[in-house]
């Protein structure tokens, strides 16, 4: 599936207010993958529109938590309608960038229960948004936070899925620049338990940390 940035109205389950949104189902094909486990493919980073927060109570969650009402048709952009809906639009953007509307679903996901394992995984795609908008100190608080709540997860994880994770808490700690304690993750993880794929990338992230380097790693896959 190609990468479609989707115009389109919803309805928040909290409040039940209805607004337009712009969302995305897809990364695309034919990218490049981050150690961080970031992907990139086509002309839009597509993170930021995987999540959408409500204008009314500011209840934020991955866009198939809201109700799908209807997509909106391409009006001229000279039609009243393309204006008005255009500005707004644009002020979510300038108050929600993308780093920013993963904290906020974190917030959402705690109030429901949401285990360390999700809310990891949040604080992870926050972190490829404050990257992409060059905000280092939101990709720092995200980096730490995922970090945290992958550790706390792991004590419930086997296998493939715990390997995954583990590899991620070392490759975030070398990110951070902490290398030292990336090396000790790197030593927790069962390379056999890795997916074939992430193994090769694995082993270069490793050797990087041993070497004190925390600059980013392409995987190839």
């Known amino acids: 599936m190609g990468q479609i940035l989707e115009f389109c109205r919803l309805r928040c389950p909290e409040c039940y207010t209805t607004f337009p949104a712009e969302i995305m189902r897809s990364t695309g094909s034919g990218g490049v993958l981050e150690s961080d486990l970031c992907y990139r493919a ?28 209807c997509e909106f048709p391409h009006y001229s952009e000279y039609h009243p309608l393309q204006r008005a809906l255009g500005a707004f639009l644009r002020e979510q953007r300038r108050l929600y960038p993308g780093s920013e509307k993963y904290r ?15 809310i990891a995984y949040l604080h992870l795609r926050g ?6 908008e060059k ?3 939101a990709e720092r608080y995200h980096q730490e936070e995922a970090r945290r709540h992958f550790g706390a997860a792991l004590g419930g994880l086997t296998g493939m899925e ?9 490759e975030i700690s070398r990110r951070l620049g902490e290398f030292d304690r990336a ?11 890795l997916p074939e794929w992430l193994r090769p990338g694995f082993l270069r992230v490793r050797e990087r940390a041993a070497c004190g380097d925390g600059a980013p790693e392409i995987l190839r896959r």
């Open 183 to 193: 090396l000790v993750a790197f030593a927790s993880v069962e390379v056999e338990s």
């Open 42 to 69: 086509g002309n839009i980073f597509p993170y930021p529109f995987f999540v959408v927060v409500c204008p009314g109570c500011r209840f934020t969650a991955y866009h198939q938590e809201f109700d799908f009402l």
């Open 104 to 118: 906020l679903a974190v917030q959402s996901a705690r109030k429901r229960g949401a285990g360390a394992l999700e």
């Open 127 to 132: 972190s490829w948004c404050a990257r992409e």
């Open 162 to 170: 715990a390997a995954v994770v583990g590899y991620l808490v070392g």
């Open 135 to 137: 905000n280092r100190e």
